[in-house]
C-alpha cells in the first residue's frame, strides 16, 4: 500500500513537471476580507495544479473600477489571462473575437451536465462556451443586528410599511437604521431590490429585464422611487462614496440594524468572526421572499498565442467548476455553487436557503436575473438605468420625473 502511494506520489509529481507550466494573469475585483480569502482559494487550487497566479486585483466594488482598466488594457493590446466579466458584457467582449473556445475543457467535464442551462447560457456565444461561471449570488436579503432591534423594540420587517415603523424606532433609539454605502451601483442593488418588492417578479421583469416602456414609467415604478427616497432617509449623513464593505462592517459593530445587500456581504461578517443567528440573522428583502434575484460570477478567457498559456486556461477553467472549489469558495464567498449536485454538508443555513429559494424560484418565475449586477441588459443601458436611479437618489428629483428619466435613458441606448 504504502509502496503504491509512492509510485502515485512520483508519477503525479513527474506529470507536474511534464507539464509546462505557465502564468495565469487573473483581472478581479475581489478585495474585501471576505472576498479576498475566497479568492485566495482559487489561487491555491491553481498553484498546486503547477501554475503560476498572478494577481491583477482592482478594487471597487461592483467591478466598476476593474471594467475601465480592463478596457484600456485590451485596447492596448495587452489584456490579461483570465478575467472577471458577467452576463451579456460576456456576449458583447465574444463578439470582438478576443476570447477563447472553452468547449474542449467543457465537455471533457461536462458542463452541459452540471450546469443549469439557464446559467450555461449565459456562459455561451454563437453556442459555444466562451466563459466559465463560478457561483451563484442572490441579491434581495437584508442583513440584520437583531440585538440593535432588540434594543429598539421594533420588529424585523417583512414589508416595506414595517420597514418604516421600524426604522423610526431605531432611529429614536440613537442607532443608523440602515448601513448605506452611497455608490452608484449599491444605490442601484437597493432600487431593484425594492422594485421586485413593491412590483413583485413579473413587474420586476418586464420593467428592468425587458424593458418595457409601461411599466418603467409607471404607478407601479413611481411607488418604488418614493419607496427609495424613504429608505435614504433612514441612512446617515456619512454614507456618500462608502464601500459596500464598510457598512456592512457597521452592521456587525452595532452601528447601524440593517443592510441591503447581495449575500456576499456575508463573507465579511464570517471574516469578522460574527455567529449567524446570534450577531446577525440573514432575512428576504421586505415583500421579496420566494423570489430570487441572481447574480452570477463569471470568467473569460483571452485568446492566447503561447499553448501553455491555453493548457493553463483550460486547467482554471476546470478547477473553478470542480466540487473542491465550489465548497471552498462559496462557503467564504457567502454565494452557492453554481453547479448541480455539489454536497450540502458544509454550507450554512443562510446558503441552504439560498439554495432551496434557487430552486424554488426556478418553478414559479421567480427567478431573475440582476439588473444592477450586469446580468439582465447590456452593459451600456445598465449604465444608463444606474444613472437615472443616482441622479433621483442624490437629487430632489420627484418620483414621476424618474419613472420618465427611466425611458429616456434605455430609449437613448437603443
Ligand atoms: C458583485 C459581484 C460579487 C461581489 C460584489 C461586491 O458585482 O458579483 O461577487 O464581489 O460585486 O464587490
Known amino acids: 500500500m504504502k509502496r503504491l502511494k509512492k509510485i502515485t506520489l512520483a508519477m503525479s509529481l513527474l506529470g507536474a513537471l511534464s507539464m509546462s507550466a505557465a502564468e495565469v494573469e487573473v483581472l478581479h475585483w475581489w478585495t474585501s476580507g471576505g472576498e479576498a480569502e475566497s479568492v485566495g482559494k482559487l489561487k491555491g487550487l491553481l498553484e498546486k495544479s503547477g501554475h503560476t497566479w498572478k494577481d491583477f486585483s482592482v478594487a471597487g466594488g461592483n467591478g466598476v473600477n476593474a471594467m475601465t482598466v480592463l478596457k484600456s488594457r485590451t485596447v492596448s493590446g495587452n489584456p490579461p489571462t483570465a478575467a472577471q466579466i458577467k452576463g451579456p458584457s460576456i456576449q458583447e467582449w465574444a463578439e470582438l473575437g478576443v476570447l477563447s473556445n472553452l468547449n474542449d475543457v467543457a465537455k471533457a467535464n461536462n458542463w452541459d451536465k452540471i450546469l443549469p442551462k439557464r446559467f450555461a447560457d449565459h456562459m455561451k456565444y454563437q453556442g459555444n462556451y466562451v466563459a466559465v461561471p463560478v457561483n451563484v449570488h442572490k441579491i434581495n436579503w437584508m442583513w440584520v443586528n437583531p440585538s440593535i432591534f432588540k434594543k429598539a423594540g421594533a420588529s424585523i420587517p417583512t414589508t416595506w410599511q414595517e420597514f418604516e415603523v421600524a426604522a423610526k424606532k431605531i432611529k429614536a433609539a440613537g442607532f443608523i437604521p440602515v448601513a448605506a454605502g452611497g455608490q452608484p451601483w449599491q444605490e442601484a442593488t437597493v432600487f431593484e431590490t425594492i422594485v421586485l418588492g413593491i412590483g413583485g417578479a413579473d413587474f420586476y421583469k418586464k420593467a428592468l429585464v425587458d424593458l418595457d416602456f409601461s411599466a418603467l414609467n409607471s404607478p407601479t415604478m413611481v411607488k418604488a422611487f418614493d419607496t427609495l427616497r424613504m429608505v435614504k432617509s433612514f441612512t446617515d449623513k456619512n454614507a456618500p462614496g462608502r464601500d459596500w464593505n464598510l457598512a456592512t462592517a457597521m452592521v456587525y459593530k452595532g452601528e447601524a440594524a440593517m443592510q441591503f445587500m447581495g449575500d456576499w456581504a456575508k ?148
Do not use: C, W
Open 267 to 414: 463573507g465579511e461578517f464570517k471574516v469578522a468572526g460574527k455567529k449567524v443567528g446570534v450577531d446577525y440573522i440573514a432575512m428576504d428583502a421586505p415583500q421579496t421572499s420566494g423570489s430570487y434575484l441572481y447574480n452570477i460570477d463569471s470568467f473569460v478567457m483571452f485568446k492566447q498565442k503561447d499553448a501553455d498559456k491555453k493548457v493553463a486556461q483550460e486547467k482554471l477553467s476546470q478547477l473553478i467548476l470542480g466540487d473542491e472549489f465550489q465548497v471552498l469558495f462559496n462557503t467564504r464567498k457567502g454565494s452557492v455553487p453554481v453547479t448541480l449536485g455539489v454536497a450540502r454538508t458544509q454550507f450554512d443555513d443562510i446558503a441552504l436557503r439560498s439554495m432551496d429559494t434557487l430552486n424554488s424560484a426556478a418553478y414559479t418565475n421567480q427567478l431573475l436575473p440582476s439588473m444592477a449586477h450586469q446580468m439582465a441588459v447590456p452593459d451600456a443601458t445598465k449604465g444608463a438605468i444606474v444613472d437615472v436611479i443616482t441622479n433621483f437618489y442624490n437629487t430632489k428629483q420627484s418620483s414621476s420625473d424618474a419613472a420618465k428619466a427611466l425611458v429616456s435613458a434605455v430609449k437613448s441606448e437603443m
